[in-house]
């Protein structure tokens, strides 16, 4: 009798789950914000739109004009190189060359007006996107297995916060606005120490600056990084990446 209604909340489990992912890939979501126009003109007001399909932004001029004379675009997921997510703003990088910027990427931001909640969107865009997807955002439903404090250094100031390491992702959750992150171990491309008191992830995100266009984030540890939890971790990132690791005939015998 135990057995059957262990079996009825696995069930039910699952089936709240399923219903949950439709859900989430039926939603829609919508969004105000400044078109960052860079140097050209000012930001122009536009509305957002984020579903399964894809992103849709529509600008609202100030001035009195028919919707056909305003400036819009819209993107499918395959059409989009990469795509910044953050409380603060949404940057989609096409596969546009930029004619008049020495064929860089075109790339369009669009600048959140306060007050408005990117977790659902978050969590349909990680389901949605692979490595593409960059989550500037603390994945705050994430069960850590163990976490570290942490300082994030940068050009000119650094941030500090907390290293979460789950069974399928980190985050790092940080105490300066768009610094967080969250990387599906499918979102990096590496994970190396120096030391015990130093950590370097390299992730798939656009940097110019870095070698290959990764960008790669250094930490510096506040405590000391366990080397059995090193190793977890570097296997973990190495299975999701399909590299079988070697295994001597002692330890396959164990």
Known sequence: MEQRSQKAITRAGLAAFALAAVSLQAAEFRFQALH???????????????DEHGITFQEQSRKKKTPDALHHGHWRYQDIEQLY?????????????????????????FKLLPGQDVRPVYEMLKVQLDRRFI??????QVQALWELPVKLLGKLSGSQGTLRFASDRVVYAADRKEASR??????????SSSDPYQLTITSFERATTHYGSRKGFNFQLKQPLDEKRFNIVWRKLNTVHGLELLTSIPEKGN
């Not at 050209?40 to 957002?48: C, E, S």
Request: charged share 30%; proline share 2%.
């Open 36 to 50: 960052d126009h860079l140097l050209v003109r000012k930001d122009q007001p536009a509305t957002l739109v984020v």
């Open 85 to 109: 997510l953050s409380s603060e703003k949404i940057r989609i990088v096409t596969y546009q060359d930029r004619k008049w910027a020495l064929g860089l990427d075109q790339e369009y931001e």
């Open 135 to 140: 989550a500037a955002v603390a994945d705050e």
């Open 182 to 191: 969250t990387w599906r171990y499918q979102d990096i491309e590496n994970i």
